[in-house]
């Protein structure tokens, strides 16, 4: 559905047009404009829909057209170009697309009825271009651009914007930008633009850009130099095939084939950069400059720690002065404007007279029992963590002003408490009582501890708070000392055991040291593990640091099984907590299985944050080998390990370092794949991949059925490039 802010343009457009107002210059009128025209789509949209799902029942259609609609609009080329102007304003037409109500056909009519100037439609979108926007946006002004038959001509000024928009935009962007720009680029331009096109991903565009330098009048146009250094950088792809028709050319041009560079040894074959494993956590003061800055920062970017510690400063402050807070907590949280997610604990001062005893005890109760109605969905949403986290939150918003600090609070930016810090907290709190959910966290987030460190406990104790006397909690110890004592002779967080099931990664069930049901509110499937199908499983916008990784630090595998259907080929979601996993203190199987699916992608930008991730692992020596190939082949045998996009991401991963942890993975993919009766798609493009670098190895290990394939009869494309691969590998050897 279209959100209700139409009404705005609804409004504005009959004064605009009468000379009683002037065109509004915010982004609220754009999006408005462009919610009003989309509605009649959407509802056409939803119609057709429910015609197919209900099996054709006959249901009267919207009339009319979004060209009707546009025409008879008194704003229009103003509007229009506010839209252009305005970040995800297109996109909300796109997204409503449908026959007859899709924006580039409508704009062109009018253009060709002469209602729309072209030029100025086309330098707005340009300019649109150039910001990061959201995916349907740049989908939306690129079919604006094909409608509008985007021509050599129309780019003969903006040749630079265009080099610029063709190196980094959407391929659905350069599909539509390429063929104007061959057209129109001269011989100064040709070799960027070679370097640009050749690099990208996109097959089709690449064949476009080739068969025009391979065409008859090619060299006439553009010169021998300039044609034969672009067709230098087309010979060097990692497509043999593809590379093979333009050294062929290059042939016929007769410049002589160059052999390849060769990759030093000592510049591949080496360990990957190592990366810090951890780091103290950020210090935030508390009072309202420190937690000003601290905010500003955390609304950007944030750790499994920043949370945490902006808790803190808010409790540390709350006990100095709870009304400067108040006050301080209210302006932050308007200045902040629509769209962006204060901190937890911005939010919870600002609501803090909602919370009672009362409500505490609703909420523990309803947590506990596992409530799952839709009439509940505030409960019934929340994660597993994001429960716990919200325990805490009512907890410790009824005790602000009364406590001094939290005992919880990490000590390292990846979310774990050092023991020492956590002794000494417990001794400064004297005669105020523990939290029971704070006391629950600093154990979740307690390093690992020998039992031998527990005589520094002796002699301490400290009562465990409830909001009241009629509070019940079945077997209250009533001692927070007691149940850390408890915690770390029985070893402390219990590792998680995975493995893979078919395709997906199970996590097998887990005993806490200490009873839960101690804990008011605590829901047991925290331990419950993550079967695929029968657990419920989290999409990623419903994950925060603060809730997820930052309440059980060294259980990432936990939130990486949970979100794996998000790592898919379809995710829509950017993969942005994979670099938090690949930094977590314990990452294991269901991490390396999401970074592994991310790896093949359909996204560039998806996969190279996977390779990220990658280098993470491999940099903190947490790499399994053996793991990642396991997931490999549980992705080749379902079908979805992508080898043409792995190719591109292995090729970034090698490059950064990480040939020698990848190279086992590799060379057993590849055996697999080989073997196969079906060779699976883009198997050529990955042996062409490996095959530049297989010289840095000193022993290579080429598996039998690749050598097979290599010495079969026939001319495919996966044949041809395994030969290649072997020989090189051969020559390699020999070098050695």
Not at 547 to 565: C, E, R, S, Y
Not at 578 to 593: I, K, N, T, Y
Not at 623 to 628: E, G, H, V
Request: aromatic residues 6%; contains cysteine.
């Amino acid at each position: 559905m279209v959100p209700r802010s139409a009404w705005i343009a609804r409004l504005a457009r009959p004064l605009i047009a009468a000379g009683l107002a002037e065109l509004p210059t915010g982004p609220a009128f754009a999006k408005s404009w462009a919610e009003l025209h989309a509605m009649a789509a959407s509802e056409m949209k939803w119609a057709l829909w429910r015609q197919e799902r209900h099996n054709g029942t006959p249901e009267p259609l919207p009339t009319g057209s979004l060209v009707e609609e546009l025409r008879a609009d008194p704003v229009l080329p103003e509007a229009l170009s506010a839209a252009l102007a305005g970040p995800g304003v297109i996109g909300i037409l796109e997204r409503h697309a449908v026959p007859s109500w899709e924006l580039g056909p409508a704009v062109a009519e009018l253009v060709a009825d002469g209602h729309l100037d072209r030029s100025r439609i086309l330098a707005d979108a340009f300019v649109a271009l150039t910001r990061q926007d959201t995916p349907s946006t740049r989908k939306g002004i690129a079919k604006l651009l094909a409608a509008l038959d985007l021509k050599g001509p129309d780019l003969a000024e903006r040749m630079p914007l265009v080099q610029g928009l063709l190196a980094t935009s959407h391929g659905s962007v350069t599909a539509v930008l390429l063929p104007a720009a061959v057209e129109t680029a001269h011989a100064d331009d040709l070799p960027d633009l070679a370097a640009t096109i050749f690099a990208r991903p996109e097959k089709a565009q690449k064949t476009v850009l080739l068969k025009a330098l391979t065409g008859p009048h090619a060299v006439d146009r553009w010169g021998s130099d300039a044609v034969t250094i672009a067709l230098k950088v087309a010979a060097d792809v990692p497509d043999q095939a593809f590379a093979d028709r333009a050294t062929k050319a290059l042939t016929a041009l007769g410049v002589a084939q160059e052999a390849d560079a060769e990759a030093p040894l000592s510049d591949l074959w080496a360990a990957p950069l190592p990366v810090n494993d951890t780091g103290p956590a950020a210090k935030i003061e508390p009072d309202e400059p420190g937690l000003a800055a601290a905010l500003s920062r955390i609304i950007r970017s944030t750790t499994a720690a920043d949370g945490a510690v902006f808790w803190d400063a808010i409790v540390r402050w709350s006990a100095r002065s709870p009304q400067e807070v108040r006050y301080w907590a209210w302006s932050a949280n308007q200045s902040l404007g629509d769209g962006v997610r204060p901190p937890s604990a911005l939010w919870a001062v600002v609501t803090a007279a909602d919370v009672t005893a009362k409500t505490h005890k609703t909420l523990c109760d309803k947590i506990a029992n596992g409530v799952h109605a839709p009439t509940d969905w505030e409960i019934a949403s929340l994660s597993l963590t994001g429960a716990v986290h919200e325990i805490f939150a009512s907890e410790t918003t009824l005790r602000l002003g009364t406590i001094p600090y939290l005992l919880s609070t990490p000590t390292q930016w990846n979310g774990l408490l050092s023991f020492d810090t956590l002794v000494d907290r417990l001794k400064g709190y004297g005669r105020t009582s523990a939290g029971p959910t704070d006391l629950f966290l600093a154990l979740l987030r307690l390093e690992p501890t020998p039992p031998e460190r527990t005589t520094q406990l002796d002699g301490l104790s400290l009562d465990l708070w409830s909001p009241g006397s009629t509070w019940r909690t079945a077997k209250h110890t009533e001692d927070a000392v007691d149940l850390l004592r408890q915690w770390i002779e029985g070893g402390g967080l219990p590792k998680l055991v995975t493995r893979h099931d078919g395709a997906t990664v199970t996590v097998e069930p887990v005993r806490l040291p200490i009873d839960i049901s101690l804990i008011p509110g605590i829901p047991a499937g925290l331990l419950a593990g993550h079967t695929s199908g029968t657990h419920r499983e989290y999409h990623e916008w419903a994950i925060r640091a603060e809730t997820g990784f930052g309440i059980v630090p060294a259980w990432p595998d936990l939130l990486a099984a949970k979100t794996q259907t998000q790592y898919d080929q379809a995710a829509r979601h950017p993969p942005r907590w994979l670099p938090m996993m690949a930094h977590a203190p314990g990452p294991g199987l269901a991490v390396q299985h999401d970074i592994a699916a991310t790896l093949c992608h359909a996204d560039e930008d998806r996969r190279l944050l996977a390779v990220d991730a990658a280098l993470a692992l491999m940099g903190r020596g947490r790499w399994d080998s053996t793991a990642y190939t396991e997931c490999c082949l549980h992705l080749l045998n379902d079908g979805v390990l992508r080898l043409g996009r792995l190719g591109h991401s292995w090729e970034q991963l090698i490059l950064a370092g990480g040939l020698q942890p990848l190279w086992p993975t590799a060379m057993t993919v590849l055996g697999k794949a080989s073997v196969l009766e079906r060779k699976p798609a883009a198997l050529a493009e990955l042996c062409g991949v490996l095959r530049r670098y297989v010289s840095a190895v000193p022993d290579p290990q080429i598996p039998e059925s690749v050598l097979e394939l290599a010495a079969s009869k026939g001319s495919s494309k996966a044949r041809v490039e395994a030969a290649a691969f072997v020989a090189a590998a051969a020559q390699g050897e020999g070098r050695s």
